[in-house]
């Protein structure tokens, strides 16, 4: 019925286009990923035991069902589609359409999959559209334009400083867009860029304020072109009532039935978390410098069973100079706060899904692809930087049709599990008593891109990464850890712009 209606909005649009005009965008990508040892162990056995909550801290991925191959592949499409409906000088409407999760889905999957279930306090300031419905509405708005402001009513979405949180997804593999339901206010006062925004993050249950989730902040960007400066700072708090139900945790809950997945959850209840996000950009010369510190503080609902402190955060830098018309060269770094596992707070960062730094590492949701563990609903792209401290030195040559991307990345985790403590899994969301301590290498990873124009509009890329793993993989929560074993990536795509 949502199919019918579209095509049957597109029709009676396009023929009304001559009083209405309307400009059509929008991406359509199709891929193919292969990931040698996606378990990253040299063992063909399955001990990940994943159902037992008293082995929650081990990270091994499980075998994936009948055949016990270590070896993924998949194939992939992302496809939206953006009619811009210009109203007249001080009116446009826009909107952004999609098929399924992640705008897209899988090719020979067709169930729409949903974002990952259990980990509501882990991934609390983020808002994406689930991908429940066949067709996926992720921006409905209109943009009011008057001598003092812009107004942006509906639903849009926000990017802001790196895109470290607040990331609108512009490139055209991302996979996500930021939502935000709501107003937000466009004011500029000569270089300064102000915009308060209200949102109703959700309204499921009852419309009363018993069930309510809101939030509302505002964000100032100075930007100079003459200085190549920008600055700014976003402050926003987003409250959800006690009665509010879409957010489910189960940090320290128990699997209760391995056939199905099923596990015990909570809601969070009553949460009041703060964001101060603070960022820089500079450009001297050839080289260009970008920073970001995004805080997260309040309280974040029950997680440990009353209200609980969140004390989250991260630092990221981004640098590269320019040396040639051809040659870039940069290096980027971050610090990303994991959590020790201590009850008196939540402290584990988790970065938007659209920034990545490798073509591996923390690139996907590995326990997608046996989808064994408990969270059948989740998605392969459902992946986010977290608990790291990495560095990343990367070269970028170009010429007329093609760009070709080299890049090492090392990573070491901010917090591992200690002997006879309560630690965090932050791969599962979930806490454990540790029988051993965890090494706290991640690995180094080597990338190679490349990206060809086949014309301005279609671009034909690849791929590949391959990562010496860290020992911090080997952890099962015993004084044996596995052995770990060396991963690569390969991936083509093809790109349409219209």
Same mark, same amino acid.
């Not at 992720?138 to 009011?144: G, I, P, R, S």
């Not at 860029?193 to 960007?221: M, Q």
């Not at 401290?389 to 591992?416: C, H, N, P, R």
């Given at each position: ?203 499921? =249950? #009852?419309?009363?304020?018993? !069930?309510? +989730? *809101?939030? &509302?902040? /505002? ?8 200085? $190549? ?35 015990? =959850? #909570?809601?969070?209840?009553? !949460?009041? +978390? *703060?964001? &101060?996000? /603070? ?8 080289? $260009? ?36 018309? #051809? ?172």
């Amino acid at each position: 019925m949502k199919v019918v209606l579209l095509f049957f909005l597109v029709f009676i649009l396009s023929n009304n286009s001559h009083a209405l005009p309307i400009d059509w965008h929008g991406v359509l990508g199709f891929d193919t990923t292969s990931i040698d040892s996606y378990r990253r162990l040299d063992k063909k056995s399955d001990d990940s035991n994943f159902m037992n909550a008293n082995n929650g801290g081990t990270q091994e991925l499980p075998l994936g069902g009948s055949g016990g191959k270590d070896s993924a592949n998949w194939q992939s499409y992302v496809f939206r589609i953006e009619p811009h409906i210009i109203i007249n000088d001080s009116a446009t409407i826009k909107s952004e359409w999609t098929t399924g999760y992640g705008r897209g889905g899988r090719l020979g999957d067709a169930t729409a999959q949903s974002n990952e279930p259990g980990f509501g306090n882990a991934l609390y300031p983020y808002a994406f559209n689930d991908g429940s419905d066949a067709i996926v509405l992720n921006k409905l708005y209109a943009e009011l334009y008057s001598d003092t402001a812009t107004y942006v009513l509906g639903r849009h979405s926000a990017h802001y400083g790196l895109g470290v949180v607040y990331n609108s997804g512009e490139d055209a593999w991302d996979r996500f867009s930021f939502v935000r339901d709501g107003i937000t206010a466009k004011i500029k006062l000569s270089n300064f860029n102000i915009e308060p925004f209200w949102a109703r993050v959700n309204s499921k =249950g #009852s419309l009363t304020k018993a !069930t309510r +989730v *809101k939030e &509302i902040g /505002v964000s100032l960007v100075y930007d100079s072109i003459e200085r $190549d400066m920008s600055f700014g700072l976003l402050y926003a708090k987003k409250k959800s009532s006690a009665a509010n139900n879409e957010y489910q945790q189960n940090i320290s809950g128990t699997f209760v039935n391995p056939d199905t997945g099923t596990y015990t =959850g #909570s809601s969070l209840g009553k !949460t009041d +978390v *703060k964001i &101060i996000d /603070v960022f820089f950009k500079k450009s001297f010369g050839m080289l $260009d410098f970008g920073i970001e510190v995004p805080i997260l503080s309040g309280t974040v609902g029950s997680v440990f069973g009353t209200d609980t402190k969140y004390k989250a955060k991260a630092i990221i830098a981004e640098s590269k100079i320019k040396a040639s018309n #051809s040659w870039t060269f940069g290096i980027n770094a971050g610090q990303v706060s994991g959590d020790d596992g201590n009850s008196t707070s939540f402290d584990a960062m988790y970065l938007n899904p659209n920034y990545q730094i490798a073509n591996l590492l923390f690139r996907y949701n590995l326990r997608a692809v046996s989808s064994q563990d408990g969270t059948t609903s989740s998605n392969v792209y459902d992946s986010h930087i977290h608990n790291t401290m990495y560095a990343k030195a990367f070269a970028s040559y170009t010429l007329e049709k093609w760009q070709w991307d080299l890049g090492v990345i090392w990573a070491k985790a901010d917090q591992t599990a200690q002997l006879g403590k309560t630690s965090y899994n932050h791969t599962t969301n979930k806490t454990f008593t540790a029988n051993a301590n965890q090494e706290d290498d991640l690995g180094t990873e080597i990338d190679l891109n490349f990206k060809y124009l086949w014309n301005s509009e279609i671009s034909v890329g690849g791929g590949v990464g391959y990562l010496f793993t860290g020992d911090y993989y080997g952890f099962n929560n015993t004084s044996s850890p596995n052995k770990v074993k060396n991963s690569y990536v390969l991936q083509l795509n093809t790109a349409i712009h219209f």
